[in-house]
Each structure stands twice: as structure tokens, then as C-alpha cells.
């Protein structure tokens, strides 16, 4: 009876065995569902085990590169997209944009090329599809993964960045930016980081004008949209409504401010704020804008550039943008200031200001009691000294009676 027993454990064990065991698809659907909410390392163990089942996975590979970037480790993740690129070369163009993020100099390049190329490939075959009425229900429903305009326009201008930057010493580098950003133009007039890119450009070509005009452009086909996010509530993630990043952001307010575009460039600086308060570049910024708009803001200046120096002195680890240069420019700013009240030292003489006027006003009231305390001791004298005075003379009378 007890073997019975035994067996019959050991097949009902089979059978939740069987049950548990996951697929890889299934296994990676756990993994991207922890990494949607940022458990990366429960992401990871999912996605190894779908590696450990699967090790060609395309899937798979791709899932545990995006979770090796977002646990910083770069290197580990350009592995996986290179084996990516190995395991299937001609067959979608995300792990080349990936990985020609994750490079530099004529290596992105190539990477951002190869990318483009697949994107203008399946760019061209959806356009036919969606001009065949036949095109399935399937199709119309993955539309959400489907290559837009503002993908390729995107990448057009990443390539021209790299030659305005790290490759801005190669042989004709100037023609191939400004090449790469009439492309990226062509393709979407109003992307946000190409007009942006473009302001940049004139600026290297010291053209204030054109430099104005461009980023201008840039910010009206974004700003208006995140504030208006920014005032749906706290449900609503702004960002969320641009395609721009942080970092483009904090390159925004830089442009707005050569260009003497200093309202607009605090109005970009604030969000940032509001967004990462904690960023020290972004409140030397805000000082310098504010120093920039010139005396009747010395003291907004003052403030930010106090905040900035405090967050210096305690900051403990590396932040972009913060060099020594940062830091000699803060000292500089405030030892020019420092005759100025920033607004919260006015606060404070404001507050010091109320309280020696209710010291003033106490003073007034003690010294009216002790008036009131002198005359009545001194009326109380006059009647103790009148009552004398009577007594006496009732005594006078007295005797004169008697004698």
C-alpha cells in the first residue's frame, strides 16, 4: 500500500514537472515583463534560462542584451548585439542602431549605415503593403513596430552628428554632416534633433542667425507639446510626448543661450529640474542664463549659482558635464556677485527685518507697563502721603482741644 502510495507521488510530481517547465517564449515573456517594471535582476535570470534552453535564440539574445544595457554593462551587451549581427546580418536593423550607439568614429558610422539600409528596406515594404488592399488584419495590427519616417529621419542625423563631432577632422567632413542632415530633412521636416542638429551646424560656422533660426524651429515642434503634458496631472509622464532625451534637452537650453534665447532657454532649464534636481550642470545653467540676462537678475543668478556650488561640495560621484572648468566658471560668477543678495539672503533680511520690528513693538509695550506701573506707585505715594499729612493734622487739632 505504501508503494502505491509512492508511485503515485512520484507521477503526480511528473505532472506538475511537466506543468512548470517553460518555453523560451514564455520564459522570455516573464523576462521582458520584469524588465518593463525594472527588476532587472529577475529579467536576467528568466532570459539566462531561455539562453541555457536555446542559445541561438534570436529572441533570446536580443532580450539579454536589452537587460545587460540597462545593468550597465555595455560591453556585455555589444557581444550579444554582435552575435545578433552574425546569427542573422540581413534581417532586422534595431541591433545595428544599438550597437552604432555603443561605438564611436567610422565603426558607428558603418553601424548606423548598415542600419539604415534594412530600415529603408522594410520602410519601402510596408508603403507597399499598405497600398495593397489585401495587406491581412495582422499586418495593419503591428503597426505599432512598423519603421516611420522620423526612424530613418533619426537615424540620418545621428551619422551627421558623428561628423560634427568625433569625426570633425576627417576629409570633408563638413559636406558629409550637413549631407547626412539634408537626408534627414528630407524625410521628416519637423524632427525636433535634426533641426536641432542644423542650429548646431551654423553655430560651428559662427552664423547666429541661421543658428537662431533652426533651434527656434526645434523647440516650437517640442516645448509646447511637454507642457502641456506637464499640466495633465501627475498620471501624465511628459517625456513620454517628445523624442527628445535629457541630455538633448540640456544641449537645447546651451544653443538657446548663445543665441541670447535666455526666457526660453530657463523655461527648458526649469523642466529639467523638475524632471532631476539632483543634475548640478542644470543649476550652474540657470545661473549663467540668469547672469547673462544682466543686472535685474543678479540675484536670480546668485541663487542657482549658490545651489550649484553646495551640490559641488557634497556631490560624491561623477556627474557629465561637471569638470573643473564647471567649477572654476561657478567660483568666478559668485566672486563677481558677491555684493549682490541672492533671493533667499533678501528673504532672510526680510524675515530679520519683521523680526527686530517685533522686538521694536515689544519694547514699546514694556516700556508703556512701565510707565502705567510708575504712576500707579506714584499716585498710591500721593495718597499714602495725603492720608499722612490728614493724620497729622487731626493730631494738631487734638491737642489743641485738650491744652
Known amino acids: 500500500m505504501g508503494k502505491l502510495k509512492r508511485s503515485t507521488a512520484i507521477k503526480t510530481q511528473k505532472k506538475k514537472s511537466s506543468k512548470s517547465k517553460l518555453s523560451v ?42 537587460i545587460q544595457m540597462e545593468m550597465g554593462n555595455v560591453e556585455s551587451a555589444k557581444n550579444l ?24 568614429g567610422i565603426e558607428a558610422v558603418n553601424y548606423y549605415k548598415k542600419g539604415v539600409e534594412l530600415m529603408l528596406f522594410e520602410f519601402n515594404k510596408q508603403s507597399g503593403e499598405k497600398n495593397n488592399p489585401s495587406t491581412s488584419k495582422q499586418d495593419q495590427e503591428d503597426d505599432s513596430n512598423c519603421v516611420t519616417k522620423l526612424d530613418i529621419s533619426t537615424a540620418f542625423c545621428s551619422i551627421a552628428e558623428l561628423y560634427l563631432t568625433d569625426l570633425c577632422m576627417q576629409e570633408d567632413a563638413e559636406n558629409l554632416c550637413k549631407s547626412y542632415l539634408d537626408k534627414s530633412i528630407e524625410y521628416d521636416s519637423t524632427n525636433p534633433e535634426t533641426l536641432q542638429l542644423l542650429a548646431s551646424y551654423w553655430l560651428s560656422k559662427e552664423d547666429m542667425e541661421q543658428a ?5 524651429d526645434s523647440v516650437e515642434n517640442w516645448l509646447p507639446k511637454y507642457l502641456e503634458a506637464c499640466e495633465s496631472g501627475p498620471m501624465v509622464d511628459p517625456t513620454q510626448a517628445i523624442t527628445l532625451s535629457y541630455d538633448s534637452r540640456i544641449n537645447t537650453a546651451r544653443i538657446l543661450t548663445e543665441v541670447e534665447e535666455y526666457d526660453k532657454a530657463v523655461t527648458v532649464l526649469e523642466q529639467l529640474v523638475e524632471e532631476d534636481d539632483e543634475v548640478v550642470y542644470i543649476w550652474y545653467m540657470l545661473g549663467w542664463v540668469n547672469y547673462c540676462k544682466g543686472e535685474d537678475y543678479y540675484s536670480n543668478a546668485k541663487f542657482y549659482l549658490k545651489k550649484a556650488e553646495k551640490m559641488i561640495s557634497k556631490i560624491k ?9 564647471l567649477k572654476a566658471h561657478v567660483k568666478e560668477l559668485l566672486e563677481n556677485l558677491v555684493n549682490v543678495a541672492s533671493e533667499d539672503e533678501a528673504d532672510g533680511d526680510k524675515e530679520n527685518l519683521n523680526e527686530n520690528d517685533d522686538d521694536a513693538y515689544e519694547t514699546d509695550e514694556d516700556e508703556q507697563a512701565q510707565l502705567d506701573q510708575m504712576d500707579s506707585e506714584v499716585s498710591k505715594l500721593t495718597k499714602d502721603s495725603f492720608k499722612t499729612k490728614n493724620d497729622q493734622n487731626n493730631n494738631v487739632d487734638e491737642s489743641m482741644e485738650i491744652t
Do not use: W
Not at 534552453?53 to 542584451?65: C, E, F, G, N, P
Not at 554582435?82 to 544599438?98: A, H, I, R, T
Open 81 to 104: 548585439y554582435e552575435k545578433l549581427v552574425n546569427l542573422s546580418p540581413d534581417d532586422g536593423f534595431s541591433k545595428y542602431m544599438c550597437l552604432a550607439q555603443l561605438s564611436s
Open 212 to 216: 537662431k533660426k533652426f533651434i527656434l
Open 317 to 325: 560621484f561623477e556627474q557629465r558635464y561637471l569638470d573643473d572648468g
Open 25 to 66: 517564449e514564455e520564459l522570455l515573456d516573464h523576462a521582458e515583463d520584469f524588465l518593463d517594471q525594472y527588476e532587472l535582476e529577475k529579467a536576467f535570470q528568466y532570459a539566462k534560462k531561455a539562453l541555457d534552453i536555446d542559445q541561438k535564440s534570436l529572441h533570446a539574445l536580443d532580450t539579454m542584451a536589452s
